[in-house]
């Protein structure tokens, strides 16, 4: 069974920044697509950020300019890196990876993910 591990969230100031970091453990193929995620108290779930094997990217409008999601699908590792972090951003944060086509996560309990808190 493939796990997903999200780590580097953290309290951060506003406008500060944090890395988040994405590993899969488990019997894996590699990636060919990952995505991030967060998750704020009383909302949705929502995608911020999306990247395919080939290079293209997608953000949310919230996030563009200021978040950057990058791979290592060889590794199968996702990261985002996010700059100018706003109290807004305070969510937790969680990843997901395409594996041979798959997603891992899908509905249900993703976990604990990682938790960003940005203080004013």
């Known amino acids: 069974q493939v796990q997903l591990i999200e780590s580097g969230g953290g309290l951060v100031q506003a406008g500060g920044s944090l890395r988040l970091s994405c590993a899969a453990s488990?019997?894996?193929?590699?990636?060919?697509?990952a995505a991030w995620y967060r998750q704020a108290p009383g909302k949705q779930r929502e995608l911020v950020a999306s990247?395919?094997?080939?290079?293209?990217?997608t953000y949310a409008d919230s996030v563009k300019g200021r978040f950057s999601i990058s791979r290592d699908f060889r590794k199968n590792m996702a990261y985002l890196q996010m700059n100018s972090l706003k109290p807004e951003d305070t969510a937790v944060y969680y990843c997901?990876?395409?594996?041979?086509?798959?997603?891992?996560?899908?509905?249900?309990?993703w976990g604990q993910g990682t938790q960003v808190t940005v203080s004013s």
């Open positions: 997901n990876l395409r594996l041979g086509g798959v997603w891992t996560r899908t509905s249900g309990d």
């Open positions: 990247i395919v094997g080939g290079g293209d990217t």
């Open positions: 488990g019997r894996t193929v590699i990636a060919n697509a």
